[in-house]
Structure formats: C-alpha cells, structure tokens
C-alpha cells in the first residue's frame, strides 16, 4: 500500500521538476526575459512571458510584501492538505491526481518564494480568442488533477459500497 503512495509523491516530484525546467528554458535559453516578450510557435500557440503577481483569474493580486508572503502561506497550507490527503486517501487514482496538485502548487510557491510572481508563459489562442489565461505547467497540472478528482468523485462509484440485496 505504501509503494502506491510514492507513485502519488513521484508525480508530484515529476510535475514539480517539468514546471521548473520549463520555466528555466523559456526565460534563459529562450530568451524571454521582459513581461510581454512572445515567441510564435503554432497558429493557436505561443510563448508569451507573463509575471503573475495573483493567482487564477489575476485573483488576490500580490502588490505588496505582506500580500506576497499571506498568499506563499496560504497556498503552503493548500499544498501540506494535499499532502496529508495523498497519505490518508485509499484510492490510487485519486492519489495520483493529488500528486498533480502537489507538484504545481510546490512549482508555484517556489517562484512566489524566489522572484515575488508565478512565471507563465503557455498562451493558447484562437485568433483574439484566449479560452485561457497565460498559463504554466503547474496551473495545467493543478487543473488537470483537480478535473480528475471532480470526475471520479461525480461519475466513479466506490466500488467497496455495499451492494442490494435483491433477495431479501
């Protein structure tokens, strides 16, 4: 049961060392350095550097010192019930979607804790139409392991509930 576990803890290692690495090559050997700086890469798809001072949405904007530091504290308390979470769960498709969130929450709050902002950079687009905000690979992971989680709490039945008995 424990070997189940470190696949959540490996995941979260995972997501965590992919957002760093591309954070790294998209502001150094990239080159993307100024707020704003874009590189094309596909019609719907570009590189574009933005210092995210909030969080989803530009919500909780960061401006000042104490902001920056109430909001590393509140997003390490969301990543530490992650954590317990991923140790106390029984279902090991829900761990692993609680590794996603933990890796992008601890990607996240190192750049908060290193540069003041959450570098993003992932800019999908239609034309003039962004279904998204600039985004990085932590916010990709956090929200794909919390859909994942949604969906298996809504449309996954445990299979441990007891089941009818017709006979009776």
Same mark, same amino acid.
């Given at each position: 049961?424990?070997?189940?576990?470190?696949?959540?803890?490996? #995941?979260?290692? !995972?997501?965590?060392?992919?957002?760093?690495?591309?954070?790294?090559?998209?502001?150094?050997?990239?080159?993307?350095?100024?707020?704003?700086?874009?590189?094309?890469?596909?019609? !719907?798809?570009?590189?574009? /550097?933005? &210092?995210? /001072?909030? =969080?989803?949405?530009?919500?909780?904007?960061?401006?000042?010192?104490?902001?920056?530091?109430? *909001?590393?504290?509140?997003?390490?308390? =969301?990543?530490?019930?992650?954590?317990?979470? @991923? *140790? +106390?769960?029984? %279902?090991?498709?829900?761990?692993?979607?609680?590794?996603? #969130?933990?890796?992008?929450?601890?990607?996240?709050?190192?750049? +908060?804790? +290193? *540069?003041?902002?959450?570098?993003?950079?992932?800019?999908? &687009?239609?034309?003039?139409?962004?279904?998204?905000? #600039?985004?990085?690979?932590?916010?990709?992971? @956090?929200? =794909?392991?919390?859909? !994942?989680? /949604? #969906?298996?709490?809504?449309?996954? %039945?445990?299979?441990?509930?007891?089941?009818?008995?017709?006979?009776?």
């Amino acid at each position: 049961m424990q070997a189940n576990r470190a696949y959540a803890f490996l #995941v979260a290692g !995972i997501t965590f060392l992919l957002d760093q690495l591309s954070k790294w090559w998209v502001t150094g050997p990239m080159g993307l350095t100024i707020e704003g700086d874009q590189r094309y890469v596909l019609p !719907i798809f570009n590189f574009t /550097l933005t &210092h995210n /001072l909030g =969080i989803s949405l530009g919500l909780f904007r960061a401006d000042s010192d104490a902001a920056r530091w109430a *909001l590393v504290a509140v997003t390490a308390a =969301i990543a530490l019930s992650m954590l317990v979470w @991923i *140790l +106390r769960e029984p %279902r090991h498709g829900d761990r692993l979607a609680l590794g996603l #969130v933990l890796g992008g929450a601890v990607g996240n709050i190192l750049d +908060r804790i +290193r *540069l003041g902002y959450v570098v993003d950079f992932a800019d999908l &687009h239609f034309g003039a139409f962004r279904p998204f905000l #600039v985004f990085n690979i932590a916010d990709a992971a @956090i929200s =794909i392991g919390v859909v !994942i989680l /949604l #969906v298996r709490a809504f449309l996954m %039945r445990d299979d441990k509930a007891p089941k009818e008995n017709i006979n009776a």
